[in-house]
């Protein structure tokens, strides 16, 4: 991309490229730190209670809703960036249909729940309590599958102490863990993996591009990143 120049025919002036600055670039790029962060981790953020990534989503999802036609203006000048979105957005589809997919398979897996039989029988005398309490609020056997599903498709390791699962899960973990490691189900963990691995790489894509057109926007029109703080240490 030819570097912004500053004249009367420019269809954008410093006003609107301090707006994008606020309302785009800032949530944006946070929100995609941030995704990274769990990618790094294999930490999908799957949810079982509704099949989405918590902490991975759609680029629009970072901005806030009253700026996202901010968004669309910005696109409409940079459709590289629209392009770049297109592709993060398609990674991270293709991400949580791959967890959902593996976590309807371990919930139906004979030997996910056999160890669940298991651990339902052994754990209150373990534990020192009854195994529904492990729950929290859920109830039925259908959530506290999913539950153990979800840690399992998220790569979970210890919880701390704060968590209703977090004595079972500690327990357990590595029985559960055991019991997925079948070869029916690792084209289905390994889809997963290659799907974190394209998000990341969609990710810093967007991110190099979009850092790259913001500094030649800030210098163009002498608009900093960061309009000004509030207290200054």
């Not at 409409?76 to 967890?99: M, N, T």
């Not at 039925?140 to 899960?169: M, Q």
Request: charge should be negative; charged fraction near 25%; hydrophobic fraction near 40%.
């Amino acid at each position: 991309m030819k570097q912004p120049r500053r004249s009367a025919k420019q269809p954008y002036g410093p006003n609107i490229v301090r707006a994008w600055f606020d309302t785009v670039f800032h949530y944006v790029l946070a929100g995609l730190e941030t995704e990274k962060g769990f990618l790094a981790r294999r930490n999908w953020t799957f949810r079982h209670h509704n099949g989405k990534l918590e902490y991975i989503s759609s680029v629009a999802r970072y901005v806030p809703s009253a700026a996202i036609e901010n968004l669309e203006q910005f696109v409409a000048f940079f459709p590289e960036v629209g392009a770049l979105i297109d592709r993060h957005d398609d990674c991270v589809q293709r991400l949580e249909s791959r967890c959902a997919a593996y976590a309807d398979a371990l919930i139906e897996s004979a030997d996910f729940l056999t160890t669940f039989r298991r651990v339902e029988a052994e754990s209150p005398q373990e534990l020192a309590h009854e195994f529904s309490r492990n729950f929290g609020a859920y109830s039925s056997e259908e959530d506290f599958k999913r539950i153990l599903a979800e840690y399992l498709v998220n790569n979970i390791e210890s919880l701390f102490s704060y968590y209703s699962t977090a004595a079972l899960w500690n327990r357990y973990r590595e029985d559960f863990v055991s019991a997925a490691n079948t070869p029916e189900l690792a084209p289905l963990r390994e889809a997963i993996d290659q799907a974190g691995r394209d998000s990341i790489a969609a990710s810093d894509g967007l991110i190099a591009s979009m850092k790259r057109i913001r500094s030649e926007l800030s210098l163009a029109f002498d608009v900093p990143f960061v309009a000004e703080l509030s207290s200054v240490r």
